[in-house]
C-alpha cells in the first residue's frame, strides 16, 4: 500500500488524552487532567436548545451561521473590550474554536510558512499549523515571567518565512494572562514584520485579577488579527461544539470558503443555544467564574502549603505548578502520582519544552475533590 500522510502520521497522539484515557480505566481517580468545566450548562440555555429541538430548528444554516448570533457576539466584543468587528461580513459561528482555528490556519498560510508558537501552549497548537502546511516555531516563556510572552524573543525568531504568531490568553496550559504591554509589543513585532497575529481567546470571560485585553481591539492590530472565541469555558457548553471568528474581511470570507465546503454551518439547535447564551446566561457565567475563583485560590494555597511552587493563575482554570522539588521529571510524576494516589495530572512537557518541570492541573472539578487531590499528592510527596 502506498504511504498515508506524511505530517499526519508524524504527529503523536494527544499527550493530554493519554493520561485521561488510563484514569478512565481506574477506580476512585480524581482526574485534574482534561479541561472541561464540571458545571452543566446553564439550565436556561439547556431550554433554549430543547425548545428549538422540539420547534424543528434541526435544519441548515448559513454557512456563516445565524445573523442574530453573529450580531450579539459582534456587539458584546463592542461592549467589553471595544473591538469593532461588522456582523454580516466579519464574523462567523464554527463548529468549535477547534474548527476556526483550523480555519484561519489554512487561510493565512501557505505551504512552508513559518507560525511563531510561544510555549507551553495548548497542545493543538503546533499540529494544527502543520496540517495547514506550515511550520510551528517555538519560543519559550519562563515561569519566573508569569509565562509572559517577552517580544523581543518573538521578534529574534521571526525568519524571511514567518507568516503569522499564535497566541493563547487566557492561556491552556498556565492560566498566564498576557499583559497588556506584552501584546502591544507582539503588534508591534507583526508591523514591522508585516506578519499576521492569531489570537485564541475562548478563556477571555475567565479572568480573575484584572481585565482582559482582546488582541483585535489594540491600536495597528485589527488589520492583521484573526480573534477566536466561542461558549464552550464561561458557558459550560463543550459539547454543543459552537465557535467565533472575528477577523478582517478578507481573511472572514476566505475562511467562510473552507467552511462551507467541510463544516457547512455550526448545529442549527446549539446556534440558538448560544444565542440564549448571549441574551440571558450572564448572570450564570457569573456565577461559574466566581465558583472558579474560590477553587483556584484553594487549589494554589494548597499546592503551596504541600511544596509545590506555583506561579498564580490569572485566567482559564489551570494550575500548572512545578515538581521540580520531587527530583522527578514531569513524565515520571504524572505516572507515578496516578499509580500510586489515583490522581490525574497531564505532564508539562507535552505543553512543549518550557513546560518540563511542571504539571497541568485543571481545578474545574468540584472542591471538596480538589481538597482530596491535595491530600492525595502531599501523601505521594511525603513519600518520595
Known sequence: ???????????????????????????????????????????????????ALEHGYTTYTSNAGLPELRQLICADLRKRYSASYAWDSECLITTGVSEGLDLALRVVLNPGDEVIVPEPCYVAYEPCVAFAGGTPVRVPTRAEDGFAVDPAVVAAAVTPRTKAILIGSPANPTGAVQPRSALEGLVRVAQQHDLYLLSDEIYDRLTYDGVHTSLGALPGARERTVVLGGFSKAQAMTGWRVGWICAPQTIAELCVRVHQYTMLCAPHVSQLAAVEALKEADGDV??????????????VKGLREIGLDCPEPGGAF?????????????ETFAERLLEAESVAVVPGNV?????????RCSYATALPLLEEALVRMG?????R
Open 318 to 330: 489551570y494550575a500548572f505548578p512545578s515538581i521540580r522539588s520531587s527530583g522527578l521529571d514531569s
Open 286 to 299: 457569573e456565577e461559574m467564574v466566581a465558583d472558579y475563583d474560590r477553587r483556584r485560590r484553594v487549589f
Open 1 to 51: 500500500m502506498k504511504p498515508l500522510n506524511d505530517t499526519i502520521r508524524a504527529t503523536p497522539p494527544s499527550g493530554i488524552r493519554r493520561f485521561f484515557d488510563i484514569a478512565a480505566e481506574m477506580e476512585d481517580v480524581i482526574s485534574l487532567g482534561v479541561g472541561e468545566p464540571d458545571f452543566v450548562t446553564p439550565w436556561r440555555i439547556r431550554e433554549a436548545g430543547i425548545y
Open 351 to 359: 505543553f512543549g519544552p518550557s513546560g518540563e518541570g511542571h504539571v
Open 379 to 383: 501523601r505521594f510527596l511525603r513519600s
